[in-house]
């Protein structure tokens, strides 16, 4: 059974940073894409960052440039990391891999 269960949310000021984790286990995972993806009050689940099996990444427009991910197979964790973050940035973050879904961590940028 796949299990991806994120950490590393909280609030943080602007202009802070934070790093998501993604912990996966339930199949292998050096073979399939990783992605982030966000929620944020009103709007609808949005795709923030993805990485694949050879290390290929690509990002939204709105977080380039600021957030960076990453994989550690032989951890088998996923990472997001978040930098000069904005208000615009609160939301529920969450794990992605074969269409399934972490609970989700929330990140709140507040003064």
């Known amino acids: 059974q796949v299990q991806l269960v994120e950490s590393g949310g909280g609030l943080v000021q602007p202009g802070g940073s934070l790093r998501l984790s993604c912990a996966a286990s339930?199949?292998?995972?050096?073979?399939?894409?990783l992605s982030w993806y966000r929620q944020a009050p009103g709007k609808e689940r949005e795709l923030v960052a993805t990485?694949?099996?050879?290390?290929?990444?690509n990002y939204a427009d709105s977080v380039k440039g600021r957030f960076t991910i990453s994989r550690d197979n032989a951890k088998r964790m996923a990472y997001l990391q978040m930098n000069s973050l904005t208000p615009e940035d609160t939301a529920v973050y969450y794990c992605?891999?074969?269409?399934?879904w972490g609970q989700g961590t929330q990140v709140t940028v507040s003064s």
């Open positions: 992605n891999a074969i269409r399934n």
């Open positions: 339930g199949f292998t995972f050096r073979n399939y894409v």
């Open positions: 990485i694949t099996s050879s290390d290929r990444t």
